[in-house]
């Protein structure tokens, strides 16, 4: 079965300091991979994904996600985080059946 | 206005009562969701709906029902809203035509049960 892993339940960032969240997947197939943030308040909003050709792509927001199938991976990244970025991360496979699976997310916090 | 839309967004309830969570869209999408969200443990899937006449059963969907009025609307109920099923809940739709499982949410509903 498909599964998310998403190791850091909370990250906190100085502003202006660059950003990391880890995402590892299981899937059996080439993976549909995506990337959700929640506003404190406020629905999931897609920042990224990944279907198939260039394994680094760029969302909205500044934020990029490079998929790197030896490691079953696909990690979210900013080069300068902002302080409206702070917000909770999920990192989610598309599953049989048009399904999602989530990770269980990772909170960020920045520090100004 | 939003695209996927969700009523009421907060709901205060007791143990016991019946209570239904509605979702509307206007993005023309066949493909309607129903998950909660639960600190720690991500979004979980309840109820999925292809079309109006097909209703399957996520991962978690024990003390749940769902009803799809039309494309448009998705219901959710809770027969008898028990302490344990407070948690955010999200309706999310995609389009069959669209790129593979790409989902889009509504704003979701806080439901707690005393």
């Known amino acids: 079965a498909q599964s998310v892993t998403q190791p850091d339940i909370h990250i906190t960032v100085s502003e202006g300091a660059s950003l990391e969240l880890r995402c590892n997947y299981s899937?059996?197939?080439?993976?549909?991979l995506f990337w959700y943030v929640q506003s404190p308040g406020q629905g999931l909003q897609l920042l990224l994904k990944?279907?198939?050709?260039?394994?680094l792509v760029q969302g909205i927001k500044g934020f990029e996600a490079e998929f790197k199938r030896s490691q079953s991976s696909f990690n979210l990244r900013k080069p300068s985080v902002h302080w409206s970025d702070a917000a909770e991360y999920f990192c989610?496979?598309?599953?049989?059946?048009?399904?999602?699976?989530f990770g269980a997310g990772t909170i960020l916090r920045v520090k100004s | 206005d939003a695209d996927v839309t969700q009523t009421p967004r907060n709901r205060i309830t007791k143990t016991g009562k019946r209570i239904m969570l509605e979702c509307s869209q206007t993005?023309?999408?066949?493909?309607m969701y129903w998950y909660r969200q639960d600190p720690g443990l991500g979004l979980r899937l309840i109820y999925y709906?292809?079309?109006?006449?097909?209703?399957n059963k996520g991962e978690i969907s024990d003390g749940y029902s769902v009803s799809r009025q039309a494309q448009a609307k998705f219901s959710l109920s809770l027969e008898s809203a028990i302490p344990n099923q407070t948690a955010l809940y999200f309706c999310?739709?995609?389009?069959?035509?669209?790129?593979?499982?790409?989902?889009?949410f509504g704003p979701g509903t806080r439901l707690t049960v005393l």
């Open positions: 999310a739709t995609s389009d069959k035509g669209a790129l593979k499982n790409e989902q889009f």
């Open positions: 899937y059996g197939a080439t993976p549909y």
């Open positions: 990944y279907f198939s050709g260039d394994t």
């Open positions: 989610a496979v598309g599953a049989n059946g048009n399904k999602l699976v």
């Open positions: 993005k023309g999408h066949d493909r």
């Open positions: 709906s292809f079309d109006v006449k097909d209703i």
